[in-house]
């Protein structure tokens, strides 16, 4: 069975194809230098650049799996969430190759494609945990069987990778903040205090404006007051923070639910501090690459091929994309 699937839900044009579950190629096309002057992805901007290369993508993906475009038995595509204009992209790109070669469409939620990254090179047993984790999302899953997800807690306000993009604008320190604030926090020590953010301690919600915003408040109160802002220090504790909370409601779960895996997924899913403070805690976790952890349509293959086993998102060309898709 060979999957062609297409991710371009913001900034990453991205085509793979997947045989039998193993994949031939996976090609991604990153725009970060186009928006970083900008701090934030342009969402006009993003869906013109995918335009522009989503066919010498599809040329390379097709190429790299040393395959031909009619050697494809199903063609898959992020329906979302994501922006509506580079979902759009995908989307109509797919539904013509589905409807020129005569081949069924599937329709795939970007966020089960992030969890199903661990797939790609991991064997994987259930009931798991999924902490799914990225830019625009903060989940806390429970998957009792393939493409069951029973969201257990999810953010209240910003998602983390928001925050960590937020923090490094803030700082002037780079765009996306995510590996850089990472890259700092391993420079600092103990110095600024932070809120740890629980909520109710036994719940699964998360709420990270609250953190931000002190991030915020302290950097502009030592700007007022002539001091220099120590960017390491202030990364290590906003790093701690973070995790400490992450980690805790993850472990907290793991207790409850009784699971044999624990899995992170999303972008945020790359940082180095949060799988050392799991490690600390002896807590062993599983987590894709980091060339599958940010979007690419390797994930979206994987969860693609377990839809079709499971005869699951079966969409016709009249498919529409969907910004604000739940898991
Ligand atoms: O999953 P993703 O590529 O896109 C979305 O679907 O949102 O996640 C991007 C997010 C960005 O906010 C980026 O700053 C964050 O993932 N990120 C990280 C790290 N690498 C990427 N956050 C923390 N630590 C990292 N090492
Ligand atoms: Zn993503």
Not at 92 to 108: E, R, Y
Not at 175 to 188: I, M, N, R, S, T
Not at 243 to 259: G, H, P, R, S
Not at 299 to 310: E, F, G, K, P, R
Request: with cysteine; proline share 3%.
């Amino acid at each position: 069975m060979i999957i062609l699937a297409i991710e371009s839900s913001c900034d990453e044009t991205s085509i793979a194809v997947l045989k039998n579950g193993k994949l031939l190629s996976n090609v991604v096309h990153t725009q970060i230098k186009t928006h970083e002057k900008f701090g934030g992805v342009v969402p006009e901007i993003a869906s013109r650049e995918h335009v522009s290369l989503i066919t010498l993508v599809l040329d390379k993906a097709i190429k790299d799996a040393n395959i031909k475009l009619e050697d494809i038995d199903y063609i898959a595509v992020t329906e979302g969430p994501g922006l509506v204009g580079s979902l759009l992209v995908g989307i109509n790109v797919a539904s013509t190759l589905a409807f020129c070669l005569d081949k069924p469409l599937i329709g795939v939620n970007h966020m089960a494609g992030h969890i199903y990254a661990n797939w790609l090179e991991n064997d994987i047993k259930f009931p798991l945990l999924c902490l799914v984790i990225s830019g625009g999302h903060t989940e806390l899953v429970l998957m009792e069987d393939h493409l069951n997800f029973k969201v257990l807690g999810e953010t209240l306000d910003d998602a983390v990778g928001e925050a960590y993009d937020k923090v490094a604008r803030v700082i002037n320190i780079g765009y996306p903040g995510g590996p850089v604030v990472d890259k700092f926090a391993h420079l600092g020590k103990e110095h600024y205090k932070l809120p740890k953010v629980y909520l109710n301690k036994n719940e699964y919600n998360f709420s990270f404006s609250g953190l931000k915003s002190a991030v915020i408040n302290l950097a502009h109160n030592l700007k007022q007051r002539n001091e220099e802002v120590d960017a390491y220090d202030l990364c290590y504790a906003f790093q701690n923070s973070v995790t400490d909370v992450l980690v805790d409601k993850t472990i907290n779960a793991m207790n409850e639910y009784n699971v044999k895996n624990i899995l992170l997924a999303g972008g945020v899913a790359a940082n180095q501090g949060l799988r050392e403070k799991f490690k600390e805690k002896n807590i062993e976790i599983i987590y894709p690459s980091i060339k599958y952890c940010t979007d690419n349509a390797a994930m979206i293959a994987m969860c693609a091929y377990y839809q079709v086993l499971n005869n699951i998102g079966k969409r016709d060309i009249s498919m529409n994309a969907n910004p604000s898709l739940d898991l």
